[in-house]
């Protein structure tokens, strides 16, 4: 199980046959990341929120500039759930599926090592 982690990685691709690799057979792995909720009204109350307010809490609270800037960076720029739920099948998992959590802030997606 990995949570908030694959989305650090510099070739997603990579870790996710890396994981693949180690796992047993049948085993499954869970994966917990943040994801952009997909309805209205709560999306762009969100995003304003993840893009705009949260980046000047971290700010404000670090003293330092960029401060919070990396988390929606990286949020923006990872796989929607479905598209992970497609590179873990490209990297030897089955059964993947994915569940959306707290309105679709977070999500869980898993697989089984085929």
Not at 2 to 20: C, P, Q, T, Y
Not at 24 to 37: E, N, Q, T, W
Request: aromatic residues 14%; contains cysteine; charged residues 20%.
């Amino acid at each position: 199980m990995v949570a908030f982690g694959v989305r650090n990685l510099v070739d997603l691709d990579r870790g996710l046959g890396e994981i693949a690799r180690v796992l047993k057979p049948g085993a499954r792995a869970v994966i917990l990341d943040f994801a952009f909720p997909a309805a209205w009204p709560l999306k762009p109350l969100y995003l304003f929120y993840f893009r705009r307010v949260l980046p000047r809490i971290g700010r404000l609270v670090s003293k330092h500039t960029s401060a919070y800037q990396y988390l929606p960076d990286s949020v923006a720029e990872f796989p929607s759930p479905e598209a992970l739920c497609d590179r873990m099948v490209a990297a030897g998992f089955s059964r993947v599926a994915f569940q959306r959590l707290t309105f679709g802030i977070a999500t869980l997606v898993w697989g089984l090592k085929a």
